[in-house]
């Protein structure tokens, strides 16, 4: 596709309950990017994949997150035993190469609801 | 600790004022500048972007003034528009290998006709 595609674009989910969130970056980007975006509260960094690199995974609030990237390609965020602070928009990003300059597209987020 | 401090929270200009919004940071690591908008239901879309070697970047009605001494930078939208109105993110690079964005708090600019 065009830009960095999410699904899904709504979750509600039990607290409790574990949810997956998944991210398309743009063909060809190998950096690929998670943040949170919490009401008044910015962008909040998660994690960062550079190609084969080890993720740098330094912004993740808890071992109750963690997302993989198979194949250089499609990202998945998971949140285990889900907690209703953990409700925010949580936007994926890539960038064509993990250096500035590149600059670095999001995606429309996936808006999660922990009831 | 918040690394980069925007301000203000919220701005009302009327049609072609000149909103100005604020950033200020403490990391002298911090090298490069950019400034995403971000509509209501959209992502983040990278607005303009400064490196600290120069001073000032414009981009159309769009302008980046950076301060390096003082570690502050603005945005200033010339001649602004309703269709201005969105939420604005600073940001820094942190430097080092890894390319990764710290963002300010935001900033809500509406652009009254």
């Known amino acids: 596709g065009a830009g960095v595609s999410q699904s899904p674009s709504n979750k509600v989910t039990e607290k409790g309950k574990d949810v997956e969130l998944r991210c398309d970056p743009i063909?060809?980007?190998?950096?690929l990017y998670w943040y949170r975006q919490s009401l008044g509260q910015g962008l909040e960094f998660l994690i960062y994949?550079?190609?084969?690199?080890?993720?740098?995974k330094s912004g993740l609030p808890s071992d109750r997150f963690s997302a993989e990237r198979t194949g250089g390609s499609v990202s998945t965020l998971t949140i285990q035993r889900t907690q209703q602070e953990d409700s925010a928009v949580y936007l994926c990003?890539?960038?064509?190469?993990?250096?500035?300059?590149?600059?670095?597209?999001f995606g429309e987020g996936s808006w999660l609801t922990v009831v | 600790q918040q690394q980069v401090k925007q301000s203000p929270q919220s701005l009302i200009v009327q049609k072609g004022g000149i909103p100005i919004i604020n950033c200020a940071y403490e990391?002298?690591?911090?090298?490069?500048f950019p400034w995403y908008q971000q509509f209501p239901g959209k992502g983040p879309a990278l607005l303009i972007a400064?490196?600290?070697?120069?001073s000032e970047k414009k981009e159309g009605r769009f302008t980046i003034s950076f301060n390096k001494s003082a570690k502050q930078f603005s945005l200033h939208i010339m001649d602004s528009q309703p269709g201005d109105s969105a939420t604005y993110f600073c940001?820094?690079?942190?430097?080092?290998?890894?390319?990764?964005?710290?963002f300010g708090k935001g900033t809500l600019l509406t652009v009254n006709p």
């Open positions: 990003a890539s960038s064509l190469r993990g250096s500035i300059g590149n600059t670095i597209y």
């Open positions: 063909s060809g980007h190998t950096a």
């Open positions: 994949f550079q190609g084969n690199s080890a993720p740098d």
């Open positions: 990391n002298t690591a911090f090298d490069y």
């Open positions: 400064i490196r600290p070697d120069v």
């Open positions: 940001a820094a690079n942190s430097g080092g290998s890894n390319y990764k964005l710290t």
